[in-house]
T-cell receptor, first 115, second 113 residues
Framework: AQKVTQAQTEISVVEKEDVTLDCVYETRDTTYYLFWYKQPPSGELVFLIRRNSFDEQNEISGRYSWNFQKSTSSFNFTITASQVVDSAVYFCALSLTGGGNKLTFGTGTQLKVEL | DSGVTQTPKHLITATGQRVTLRCSPRSGDLSVYWYQQSLDQGLQFLIHYYNGEERAKGNILERFSAQQFPDLHSELNLSSLELGDSALYFC????????????FGEGSWLTVV
C-alpha cells in the first residue's frame, strides 16, 4: 500500500522568507508519479506540479522549486520569497501506474504568510 | 480556473435525504473522478470513470453512487445522508485513463444537518 506523509501540519512565516514543505512517500512500486496541489482559502485544489519516478531533476518555476530524492523518498517543495498570496494548504500526492490514476494524498501543510 | 465545473457550490440538507452533485469535466477529458475532503478523513478517492465506464473504486460508501453520461458529465448521488457525510466533494478530470495530471473543480460543499 502507498502512503504520503506531510509531517508539518502548519507553518507560519513572514513575507519574503523562504519556506520548505516536506513530503515523504512510501511505495514498493518502481514507477510512480508525485504531485503537489495548492488549496487556497476559497477551497479549490490547484495543480502545481507532476513528477515521475524516473526524473529526479529538480524543477524551478518562478518562486517555486521542487526537490525530488528517491534515496530518501522525499519530494519537497520550496517557496522562495514567500508572499501573502501563498497562504494556503499544500498537498503532496502519489499515484501508481498500476492503480489507474488514483491519487493518494498527504494530510496537507497549512502555510500562513504574514506581513 | 481548471475548466472543471461543479454544481451546486453549496448545499445544506437534512439527515436521511438524498442529493445529487453534478460535474462537467474539462473539454476533451474522458476521465472523471470524485474525491471527498473531510476534517477527519482528509482527501479520499471515491470513484473513477473513463468514457462512461467505471474504472476504479475507492472508499465509496454503498449509499453513494456515481455515473458518467455519454456527454461525459458525471453525477454523484448521495443517499440516506448522515451528519458524517458533511464534506467538500471534488470532481476532477483528466484526459486519459492512466497516469495523467488530474484537474480539480472548485468542489461542492455539503452540509448535513
Amino acid at each position: 500500500a502507498q502512503k504520503v506523509t506531510q509531517a508539518q501540519t502548519e507553518i507560519s512565516v513572514v513575507e519574503k522568507e523562504d519556506v520548505t514543505l516536506d513530503c515523504v512517500y512510501e511505495t514498493r512500486d518502481t514507477t510512480y508519479y508525485l504531485f503537489w496541489y495548492k488549496q487556497p482559502p476559497s477551497g479549490e485544489l490547484v495543480f502545481l506540479i507532476r513528477r515521475n519516478s524516473f526524473d529526479e531533476q529538480n524543477e524551478i518555476s518562478g518562486r517555486y522549486s521542487w526537490n525530488f530524492q528517491k534515496s530518501t523518498s522525499s519530494f519537497n517543495f520550496t517557496i522562495t520569497a514567500s508572499q501573502v498570496v501563498d497562504s494556503a494548504v499544500y498537498f503532496c500526492a502519489l499515484s501508481l501506474t498500476g492503480g489507474g490514476n488514483k491519487l493518494t494524498f498527504g494530510t496537507g501543510t497549512q502555510l500562513k504568510v504574514e506581513l | 480556473d481548471s475548466g472543471v465545473t461543479q454544481t451546486p457550490k453549496h448545499l445544506i440538507t437534512a439527515t436521511g435525504q438524498r442529493v445529487t452533485l453534478r460535474c462537467s469535466p474539462r473539454s476533451g477529458d474522458l476521465s472523471v473522478y470524485w474525491y471527498q475532503q473531510s476534517l477527519d478523513q482528509g482527501l479520499q478517492f471515491l470513484i473513477h470513470y473513463y468514457n462512461g465506464e467505471e474504472r476504479a473504486k475507492g472508499n465509496i460508501l454503498e449509499r453513494f453512487s456515481a455515473q458518467q453520461f455519454p456527454d461525459l458529465h458525471s453525477e454523484l448521488n448521495l443517499s440516506s445522508l448522515e451528519l458524517g457525510d458533511s464534506a467538500l466533494y471534488f470532481c476532477a478530470s483528466s484526459a486519459r485513463q492512466g497516469i495523467d495530471t488530474i484537474y480539480f473543480g472548485e468542489g461542492s460543499w455539503l452540509t448535513v444537518v
